[in-house]
């Protein structure tokens, strides 16, 4: 079955500080990526996606992933943090089977940026 | 982005009624939705998947008679708890999928949640 590997449960960083959050999946197959944000009491939000092409990403807010497709993984990443990245970041995947894509989730990152 | 909306937001109830929440996407059609349920610090856990037209694909786990699934339009998909229990509290989020440029590159939309508290 496929799944999802994020390897960080809960980072703290100070602001300006640079992130790398990990995600890893399992499946051999074509696949979309996505990175899911959800700030306290908002709903989730698309940070970014990988459906081809470009395997370096760049999304919302400052955003960027790049997928490495033998490493199986699609790390988030951010220069330089602000407080108001303080959220729950949620990496994603969909795979084409059974006539439809569902969605699968890793188990998310807490971030708690300090200013 | 696309707009996805749940009513209620909040809702409490009673041990063994049932509660309806429905979810609508505002500003496109979705033949397929998606109900996800969320434990507190813990991921997403689809539940079901909801067609237009059909009869909705329940992951391995979920109870079909519990939660009852209708997607009646191509705009709403309504999700039934059925005699609700303290142990089905928790938060309910849908979302709906925008078709793509037909090479699989669809994305969901994601409802902002129903809180679900059973007494």
């Not at chain 1, 990175?35 to 459906?51: A, E």
Request: charge should be positive.
């Amino acid at each position: 079955a496929q799944s999802v590997s994020q390897h960080n449960h809960h980072v703290i960083l100070s602001e300006a500080a640079s992130l790398e959050l990990g995600c890893n999946y399992s499946y051999g197959g074509t696949v979309n990526l996505f990175w899911y944000v959800q700030y306290p009491g908002q709903h989730l939000q698309l940070l970014l996606k990988y459906f081809s092409g470009d395997p370096l990403v760049k999304g919302i807010k400052g955003f960027e992933a790049e997928f490495i497709k033998s490493k199986f993984s699609f790390n988030l990443r951010k220069p330089s943090v602000q407080w108001s990245d303080t959220a729950e970041y949620f990496c994603a995947v969909t795979t084409f089977s059974g006539g439809y894509n569902k969605l699968i989730f890793g188990a998310g990152t807490r971030l708690a940026v300090h200013p | 982005g696309a707009v996805v909306s749940q009513h209620p937001s909040r809702v409490i109830c009673k041990s063994g009624t049932s509660v309806k929440i429905e979810c609508r996407s505002l500003d496109f059609q979705a033949t397929t939705m998606f109900w996800y349920r969320q434990f507190p610090k813990k991921s997403l856990m689809l539940m079901a998947t909801s067609n237009e037209g059909s009869k909705a694909t329940y992951e391995q786990g979920v109870e079909k008679d519990k939660f009852l699934i209708n997607h009646a339009s191509l705009t709403l998909s309504t999700l039934t708890v059925t005699s609700a229990h303290p142990e089905d509290s928790s938060f309910y989020i849908c979302s709906a999928r925008r078709p793509g440029t037909g090479n699989g590159a669809d994305e969901q939309f994601f409802g902002p949640g129903t809180r679900l508290t059973v007494l």
